[in-house]
């Protein structure tokens, strides 16, 4: 290649490589479609939002929301030691609001249809979360949004 082809090819991969100057503002994916954008969601695949309380409820904040946190002794699984904490939950014998998953108040069927779930899928872990603090530090916040406006 010579010189100039080289020189132009490189003026070619700038301008398609670099972001264009209109793009100025920050898109919120939102894979749920919650009203909560992802990296904002502490519940990512699981519609529990907007942002404002009382959605997004995360009783122990943890940065896992309620509505994807069966995990309520934080050792990233959901096993029968958590069935334990919801079964006293669940009959009034030691209420915690953990066990609240969709965060009406009270311990129902309805959140047990939530803990199953998760310990039917291989005790699994709670989540996911968009928070990159989620499951390390407590409090863990929902981040603020990025400089600039949001993209219409
Ligand atoms: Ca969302
Ligand atoms: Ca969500
Ligand atoms: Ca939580
Ligand atoms: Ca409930």
Known sequence: MNRRLAQLACSLLLLGGSPSLAQECWVCSDWDGDGACDFQDNCTIDPNGPLDPPEQYDADLDGFGNACDPDYNGDSATTTA???????SFTGESITPVTDHDGNG????????TFLAFFQAGNAPPGPSGYPC???????????????????
Do not use: H, K
């Open 82 to 88: 958590d069935f334990l904490t919801f079964s006293r």
């Open 106 to 113: 009270s311990t129902t069927t309805a959140d047990f249809l």
């Open 134 to 152: 989620a499951g390390l530090e407590v409090p863990c916040l929902a981040p603020p949004d990025p400089p600039g406006e949001q993209c219409e």
